[in-house]
């Protein structure tokens, strides 16, 4: 059963269960993981009336099996592994500093790329909501918040529309609130839930991105 028609689809309605628990305006800023989390990301901030940013995050795909996440890097350097995967696959830490230096690289290049010259989204003292499409393994999300909390946000809310359970339940230790409109059993795969998950790419990352600075719709507020 699809529950999504596409990510707008599921922003909308993830936004509607955000607003109710947090409000709009204030203090509040959402950080969308990219690139699938940034259509998302834009209708809560929209619905929310609040500013949208990136939060650059990189999986790092197993040698030879790059679909596979053995962990993440996200913006300031701070990589996760999935300590399971690394030591059931027996992955040498050579390949592991590889994989981060590779990904590091695009990571870098893609941050400078979507915000186009515009600085990054001040979170200090503030309450983040990190959004994404979904949650499977959550690496990806877990490394976006650790590194965000090297940033000193008062509170990080996670928001996704749909997520594995036991993901959703093991990052409540790790976020102030964790919201997760679906957790649906058994859970194979973010896209079994949408009818529509075709990538998104840079260019619509890029276009989204410059729509919420310009105030488009409710995302009113500068960054």
């Given at each position: 059963m699809?529950?999504?028609?596409?990510?707008?689809?599921?922003?909308?309605?993830?936004?509607?269960?955000?607003?109710?628990?947090?409000?709009?305006?204030?203090d509040l800023?959402?950080?969308?993981?990219?690139?699938?989390?940034v259509p998302v990301g834009f209708e809560v901030a929209r619905m929310l009336g609040v500013p949208l940013d990136v939060f650059a995050v990189r999986k790092l795909g197993t040698p030879g099996?790059?679909?596979?996440?053995?962990?993440?890097?996200?913006?300031?350097g701070v990589a996760v592994l999935n300590a399971g995967v690394v030591r059931r696959l027996g992955i040498?830490?050579?390949?592991?500093?590889?994989?981060?230096?590779?990904?590091?690289?695009?990571?870098?290049?893609?941050?400078?790329?979507?915000?186009?010259?515009?600085?990054?989204?001040?979170?200090?003292?503030?309450?983040?909501?990190?959004?994404?499409?979904?949650?499977?393994?959550?690496?990806?999300?877990?490394?976006?918040?650790?590194?965000?909390?090297?940033?000193?946000?008062?509170?990080?809310?996670?928001?996704?529309?749909?997520g594995a359970p036991e993901t959703c339940a093991s990052l409540q230790g790790e976020a102030d609130a964790v919201v997760c409109l679906y957790t649906p059993e058994p859970f194979f795969a973010v896209g079994q839930w949408y009818e529509d998950f075709t990538q998104t790419t840079d260019d619509e990352v890029r276009e989204l991105l410059a729509r919420a600075a310009h105030g488009d719709g409710a995302v009113q507020e500068a960054l």
């Amino acid at each position: 059963m699809k529950v999504f028609q596409n990510r707008v689809d599921a922003g909308r309605a993830l936004g509607q269960r955000l607003h109710v628990l947090l409000g709009g305006g204030g203090d509040l800023v959402v950080l969308a993981l990219p690139r699938g989390g940034v259509p998302v990301g834009f209708e809560v901030a929209r619905m929310l009336g609040v500013p949208l940013d990136v939060f650059a995050v990189r999986k790092l795909g197993t040698p030879g099996h790059e679909e596979l996440a053995m962990g993440a890097i996200a913006t300031g350097g701070v990589a996760v592994l999935n300590a399971g995967v690394v030591r059931r696959l027996g992955i040498p830490e050579a390949a592991i500093a590889a994989a981060v230096e590779r990904e590091a690289r695009e990571l870098a290049r893609r941050d400078q790329l979507f915000r186009d010259g515009r600085p990054p989204a001040r979170v200090e003292g503030r309450t983040v909501i990190l959004v994404d499409d979904g949650l499977a393994t959550g690496s990806t999300m877990r490394a976006a918040l650790r590194a965000l909390r090297q940033q000193g946000p008062a509170r990080i809310v996670v928001g996704v529309p749909v997520g594995a359970p036991e993901t959703c339940a093991s990052l409540q230790g790790e976020a102030d609130a964790v919201v997760c409109l679906y957790t649906p059993e058994p859970f194979f795969a973010v896209g079994q839930w949408y009818e529509d998950f075709t990538q998104t790419t840079d260019d619509e990352v890029r276009e989204l991105l410059a729509r919420a600075a310009h105030g488009d719709g409710a995302v009113q507020e500068a960054l």
